[in-house]
């Protein structure tokens, strides 16, 4: 093959993800779902989290008979991490697949390209990576759902937490790129209405995660706080410069959000003390029947727990499934409908709820503790929940805000 591409479907989901091949169901007419994100690049563990969730969904959903007594295929395709790439493959999988939903656009950047192809096509998509815009005017679209939390959620729930537990004299370093400006905004706002300040901000190419000119510059500040918005791979690197630079132990360090493929990549020593807000974690098995459920189906699957963003994944295969059901129809417009008319659902950590002007759901979120090794209790105990966050209209932006009527 000449492009970055396969399809996971079925018994064959280990295979399509170990290596590009294209592989397809064997008999019988199928639900076609597309599934854009970046396998490759600095977000590829967080990609094969959520192919891995997706596939979880749809193993589940088709093991009980399908929808409509067809089976879903969830096909997977490599955006790049790349606008131009993301669009491409939304196109091909639209027009060439005949894939009627797509879900995915893990990079904030490249799930706006997503978007237009899909708006363009009048297809359904349910985006499953933060981003302030995907649920806002001009860009959100009829048929734009956005199943993640956004950065104003983010930021408003764990930035207030920070100032009104760790320090209110901050340090911001942020990756140059949608998802990376938009943290910054929120966070420098909240910390300014906490009565606290921004002592200076250090922006930085996605992907060049090289800090060592910066971090002079932020100790001789004396920050209380270093927040780090470093998405992927970017956060380890910026991780160990930091430790190795002592900032561990000259301040405090807290981040929008961890996640689970990165904690176990860099290691309990080098996140132990570094706090940050989680959609999920797999320990909500011990307190949630629909978090118990779908550990036990990841882990059967894949002998290792399920990560945060692997559950938005899982939690959107669910939705489009629950929508045709609904609808009895497999069409964008009568599934839309039927979810706006039938906002609430609960597939793996509790309510949540699309918000009908918008399209954007609405749920839970959690303040966690990176875990001292010595406190561990298995390969992946790498957090302590700190506090829940009960879900909110109130935390993000209003209709209005953001440009409906």
């Known amino acids: 093959m000449h492009r970055r591409s396969f399809l996971v479907t079925g018994t064959a ?3 399509g993800l170990a290596f590009p091949a294209v592989l397809r169901a064997q008999g019988g007419d199928t639900i076609k779902i597309g599934f854009p994100g970046p396998t490759t690049g600095p977000f590829g563990a967080l990609a094969k989290d959520q192919q891995q969730g997706a596939v979880v969904a749809m193993e589940e959903i088709n093991a ?17 991490l790349k606008p131009a790439v993301g669009a491409q493959r939304t196109k091909e999988l639209i027009e060439n697949e005949k894939c009627e939903f797509i879900v995915g656009g893990l990079a904030a950047h490249v799930q706006m390209a997503i978007n237009e192809q899909t708006k363009k096509a009048g297809k359904l998509f349910i985006s499953v990576s933060q981003s302030d815009e995907i649920s806002a005017k001009p860009d959100a679209g009829p048929l734009t ?9 983010t930021g408003r729930a764990v930035a207030a937490w920070i100032a009104q537990n760790l320090g209110k004299k901050w340090w911001i370093v942020y990756a140059d790129y ?16 906490q009565g606290g300040t921004v002592l200076g ?9 090289e800090f060592s000119a910066h971090l002079p510059k932020i100790v001789a500040a004396k920050p209380e706080v270093l927040v780090a918005v470093t998405p992927g791979a970017d956060d380890i690197a910026f991780l160990k410069q930091a430790a190795s630079f002592g900032l561990k132990k000259e301040m405090k360090i807290a981040q929008p959000l961890h996640w689970l493929p990165y904690l176990k990549e860099g290691g309990p020593d080098l996140y132990a003390d570094i706090y ?4 999920f974690s797999w320990q909500l098995e011990d307190s949630i029947p629909e978090a118990k459920n779908y550990v036990s189906l990841y882990r059967k699957k894949y002998n290792e727990p399920p990560g945060d963003y692997g559950a938005y994944a899982y939690s959107a295969i669910h939705e489009v499934a629950r929508g045709i059901a609904l609808a009895k129809a497999v069409n964008s ?13 609960n597939h793996y950590k509790g309510k949540q709820w699309w918000r009908a002007c918008d399209r954007k759901s609405f749920q839970d979120l ?8 010595s406190k561990m209790k298995g390969d992946w105990d790498f957090l302590d929940i700190v506090q829940k966050v009960a879900a909110s209209e109130e935390l993000d932006r209003t209709c209005k805000e953001k440009g409906f009527a």
């Open 178 to 193: 949608a998802w990376g400006k938009q943290n910054n905004a929120v966070f420098s706002e909240v910390v300014k209405k």
């Open 64 to 80: 009980k008979g399908g929808v409509l007594g067809r089976k879903l295929e969830v096909l997977f395709r490599d955006d790049q």
């Open 145 to 153: 759902f956005h199943e993640a939390l956004n950065p104003t959620i």
């Open 276 to 279: 940050a807000g989680i959609n």
């Open 366 to 373: 959690w303040i966690v503790k990176g875990r001292d090794r």
């Open 333 to 345: 417009d009568a599934v839309a409908a039927a979810l706006i008319a039938n906002p609430a659902y």
């Open 13 to 15: 989901a280990a295979a």
């Open 201 to 209: 901000s250090t922006p930085y190419p996605l992907g060049n995660a």
